[in-house]
T-cell receptor, first 117, second 112 residues
Framework: GAVVSQHPSRVICKSGTSVKIECRSLDFQATTMFWYRQFPKQSLMLMATSNEGSKATYEQGVEKDKFLINHASLTLSTLTVTSAHPEDSSFYIC?????????????FGQGTRLTVV | DQQVKQNSPSLSVQEGRISILNCDYTNSMFDYFLWYKKYPAEGPTFLISISSIKDKNEDGRFTVFLNKSAKHLSLHIVPSQPGDSAVYFCAASAHRDDKIIFGKGTRLHILP
């Protein structure tokens, strides 16, 4: 299947700082990218959907000023957690979907474990 | 409001037997359904999908069945193998907005 690379896989940051997570589609053009957050023993919660070259669409309850998403090219999307707090500690996962047919399944990155201390 | 429901948080199955994972959905606009497998601290891996125009899709040991009238789908794994032990997520999307919505997952344990 298609390859989606997410970086870093693990990051520890101090409270108040910002952290950027990258998501790259390595062998296809990702017209749509999704960002998810997973809490322990819980489902993948969709945070936002981004289409290349346009603003991300955030799910209800997700602060767009705190979780900045940029989808500048067909192979790269970034999620920046601004002014991180301990409650932002979580497992963040991106996924990418591409191709003409909308029924293409989305492929996932490896995830990023964020710990805010 | 949970649109995709996996009511069994865990399931144990003997190796070699059939594993059946169930999923229910509430949004009648969903027209595409997916199953993902996930290991701890990794991203989900796509397993199999089905469009709402079908009621069955098969890929090797994995078969997904869709019952639109009951808003229910299931994933069958046969025969079950030790490497199948993981968390399985059911997911769905609607043509209109392309969002993929996940259930809470079912942890499958394959017993030796």
């Amino acid at each position: 299947g298609a390859v989606v690379s997410q970086h870093p896989s693990r990051v520890i940051c101090k409270s108040g700082t910002s952290v950027k997570i990258e998501c790259r589609s390595l062998d296809f053009q990702a017209t749509t990218m999704f960002w998810y957050r997973q809490f322990p023993k819980q489902s993948l919660m969709l945070m936002a959907t981004s289409n290349e070259g346009s603003k991300a669409t955030y799910e209800q309850g997700v602060e767009k000023d705190k979780f900045l998403i940029n989808h500048a090219s067909l192979t790269l999307s970034t999620l920046t957690v601004t002014s991180a707090h301990p409650e932002d500690s979580s497992f963040y996962i991106c996924s990418a979907r591409g191709g003409v047919a909308r029924t293409n399944e989305a492929f996932f990155g490896q995830g990023t474990r964020l710990t805010v201390v | 409001d949970q649109q995709v429901k996996q009511n069994s948080p865990s399931l144990s199955v003997q190796e070699g037997r059939i594993s059946i994972l169930n999923c229910d959905y509430t949004n009648s606009m969903f027209d595409y359904f997916l199953w993902y497998k996930k290991y701890p601290a990794e991203g989900p891996t796509f397993l199999i999908s089905i469009s709402s125009i079908k009621d069955k899709n098969e890929d090797g040991r994995f078969t997904v069945f869709l019952n639109k009238s009951a808003k229910h789908l299931s994933l069958h794994i046969v025969p079950s193998q030790p490497g199948d032990s993981a968390v399985y997520f059911c997911a769905a999307s609607a043509h209109r907005d392309d969002k993929i919505i996940f259930g809470k997952g079912t942890r499958l344990h394959i017993l030796p």
